[in-house]
């Protein structure tokens, strides 16, 4: 091999280091715990770099049979080459459809993406706003039965619980809450009961006229 082809291998294998350790600077990767969540599952991410940079990274979330794209969180400070997310509520019955969804993490030029399903499973997920008015209806006198109604007339408007609409009250309610409907809600609120086995025995006890709203 003659030193000027000798001289050119060396320049090209330069070249293409140099170049493969500055994709390799600024690369970004997103993976979620698990493929497939449900409505009561938190979101949770990873966000992994080769090289921390000044830059905040942002993720987007993406609904991918409505074509959105919609900012999820943004100015997140990467400290290390492993950022873990998780997400601050569950996800809602009310709010997210089942389907196929995807983040997209953006840092620096770097993009990066991963898909994830919510899935239905049969399981009843109540919203974790519920739980807090649930918390305060046992133990605190300014909440009221009616209040609590609300929480209820709530769930079956977003048929998280099923009720026939003759079972329910038009207009002007009269609320009938029997007190140890709040035996129930406290083991709930102990985690002693699932949210499915709450739900359906609220949906029971409307059904059967033992609660009024």
Request: with cysteine; glycine share 4%; charged share 20%.
């Amino acid at each position: 091999m003659n030193m000027r082809k000798f001289q050119t291998i060396l320049i090209f294998l330069a070249v293409s280091i140099v170049c493969f350790s500055t994709t390799q600077a600024e690369a970004v990767e997103i993976s979620t715990s698990k493929m497939d969540y449900t409505h009561g599952d938190y979101l949770s991410y990873q966000i992994t770099v080769t090289e921390i940079t000044d830059n905040l990274a942002e993720v987007y979330l993406i609904i991918e049979n409505k074509g959105v794209s919609t900012p999820l969180l943004t100015d997140i400070i990467i400290k290390s080459e492993i950022t873990e997310i998780t997400a601050p509520y569950p996800f809602d019955q009310a709010i997210w459809d089942y389907g196929e969804y995807a983040l997209e993490v953006r840092y620096g030029d770097e993009v990066a993406k991963t898909d994830f399903n919510i899935i239905e499973t049969g399981q009843i997920a109540i919203p974790y706003w519920i739980n807090d008015l649930a918390k305060m209806w046992i133990v605190e006198e300014f909440v009221t039965d009616k209040d609590f109604a609300r929480a209820i007339e709530y769930l079956i408007q977003n048929e998280i619980i099923n009720i026939p609409l003759y079972d329910v009250t038009q207009g002007e309610k009269q609320v009938s809450i029997p007190n140890w409907v709040k035996q129930n809600a406290a083991w709930w609120v102990d985690g002693k009961i699932s949210d499915t086995e709450f739900a359906l025995s609220l949906q029971y006890l409307v059904k059967v006229r033992i609660i009024s709203i």
